[in-house]
Every structure is written in C-alpha cells, then in structure tokens.
C-alpha cells in the first residue's frame, strides 16, 4: 500500500505561481510512476503531468511550458511548479502514484483557485 499527502494548494491571482508537494509512503520501493491530475466542478479527471522513475515527463498540452514537475531525490515526494496561472486551472489537484503491479494511487486533493 502507498499512501500520498499533498500540499501547497491555496487561491493565486491570475499570473501568478504555486509550488505543490506529494509525500509518499509505505510500500514507496513499489512505485513506477508518480503524477498531478486535476478536477474542475462538472468535469472529469484530466492528467496535468507524470514522471517516472527514470524520470521522463510528461504533460497535458494545457500546462506545458507553465507547469513543471519533479521529483526529490529520495523520490518519496513530487513536486508541481506551476507558473502563469489561469482561471482555467482552478481546480482540485490530485496526487497520484502507480505501482509496477499496476495499483493506482490517490491523494486526497489539494483546492488550487485562480482569481482576482
């Protein structure tokens, strides 16, 4: 089992930046991939970026360029930088970690808002 803690979320103006953190433990020698997904109010959980062990990335077209994760080099814990932020991007961001068995795990969410 591998249980994940974000954190860093809050409310941003439009332009501004936001650092979150996922911390995870238990069974984290299992973990292949780590990522950020994220929810709007009405919408579907949509990938925002991953990266894994070796460390390739990956990113949805609507962040590249803004966001940029990475991880510790423990690789307990994943990082979202997120720059130039959007209303778009109010959401509620998720942790997620995949094992090499193929188990999925989630975070509880972190609120990110983007207002003025």
């Known amino acids: 089992q591998v249980q994940l803690v974000e954190s860093g979320g809050g409310l941003v103006q439009p332009g501004g930046s936001l650092r979150l953190s996922c911390v995870a433990s238990g069974s984290i020698d299992s973990i292949y991939r780590m990522g950020w997904y994220r929810q709007a109010p009405g919408s579907q959980r949509d990938l925002v970026a991953t990266?894994?062990?070796?460390?390739?990335?990956n990113y949805a077209d609507s962040v590249k360029g803004r966001f940029t994760i990475s991880r510790a080099d423990a690789k307990n814990t994943v990082y979202l930088q997120m720059n130039s932020l959007k209303p778009e991007d109010t959401a509620v961001y998720y942790c997620h970690a995949m094992s090499r068995e193929f188990m999925n795990y989630w975070g509880q969410g972190t609120q990110v808002t983007v207002s003025s």
């Open positions: 990266i894994t062990n070796s460390g390739p990335t």
